[in-house]
């Protein structure tokens, strides 16, 4: 794998509520890294299926049991995406969140950049923008 995208937050299983009709727990191999979260079918990591952070509005509906943490994650489409792990582990959806506050930070610095860039490269455009009718 490259460098530092692949700058691992975390490592662990989490089981995610699958979308079929039958709702059963499937346990994935997940890794958080500060861009994505990588959820891998097996042990052996062929296949895997990224949630960019890019694409997360918001993790949601914490709720905790005697056996289980219970988390989900919204995406910007309004997908939801439940997941779970076991109580005793550390706290998957808290290291998450932070990723994505993280992420979003990162994205507004960038979008400021960019923005403040652009309008040194042309200090006349606004005003005229300003006064078209």
């Known amino acids: 794998e490259t ?6 937050i975390k490592e662990g299983d989490l089981e995610k509520r699958s979308d079929s009709f039958l709702q ?4 994935k191999t997940c890794v958080l890294t500060k861009d994505s979260l990588n959820m891998y079918a097996d042990v052996k990591r ?3 299926k990224e949630l960019k952070l890019q694409s ?3 993790v949601d509906c914490v709720e ?4 289980f943490m219970y988390f989900t994650i919204v995406t ?3 997908k ?7 109580a005793e582990q550390t706290c998957w959806h808290a290291e998450i969140t932070l990723a994505l506050i993280n992420y979003q930070n990162r994205e ?3 979008d400021f950049k960019t923005r403040q860039d652009n309008e040194s490269a042309s200090p006349g455009q606004e005003r005229r923008m300003a006064r078209a009718p």
């Open 108 to 110: 507004a610095v960038q």
């Open 46 to 48: 062929s296949k895997v």
């Open 56 to 58: 997360i509005k918001k």
């Open 76 to 78: 910007k489409d309004d």
């Open 3 to 8: 460098g530092s995208s692949l700058e691992i």
């Open 64 to 67: 905790r049991t005697e056996k």
């Open 80 to 86: 939801e995406i439940d997941f779970r792990y076991s």
């Open 24 to 27: 059963f727990w499937k346990k």
